[in-house]
């Protein structure tokens, strides 16, 4: 079983910035998508952004140009550098990966999540 563990949030002031990382249990050289989601108490997790397996980032409307998504070619870590933070940013934070294995089965990982709050 592949585990994710995100890192990296925490208090933080609005306008200010966080990193968030993702670490995986092992190095992902084939998947569809790793992303970041949010979820507040009451709703649904809600994507904030993504990367394809080319290298493509997409962001929800509400971080673009705040928000960017990335990771290391070849490495097990997926980060999300998120900046000019509101409070309406305050949220659990967490990543996801999904793909097909060689096998040709499914996968959909997802972290424990990790707390962002952002005061005002």
């Known amino acids: 079983q592949v585990q994710l563990e995100e890192s990296g949030g925490g208090l933080v002031q609005a306008g200010g910035s966080l990193r968030l990382s993702c670490v995986a249990s092992r190095v992902f050289f084939s998947f569809k998508a790793m992303a970041w989601y949010r979820q507040v108490p009451g709703k649904q997790r809600e994507l904030v952004a993504s990367l394809s397996s080319g290298g493509t980032p997409t962001y929800a409307d509400y971080v673009r140009g705040r928000f960017t998504i990335s990771r290391t070619v070849g490495s097990n870590t997926l980060y999300l550098q998120m900046s000019s933070l509101r409070p309406e940013d305050t949220a659990v934070y967490y990543c996801?990966?999904?793909?097909?294995?060689?096998?040709?089965?499914?996968?959909?990982?997802w972290g424990q999540g990790t707390q962002v709050t952002v005061s005002s």
């Open positions: 996801n990966v999904m793909g097909t294995s060689v096998t040709g089965s499914a996968f959909d990982y």
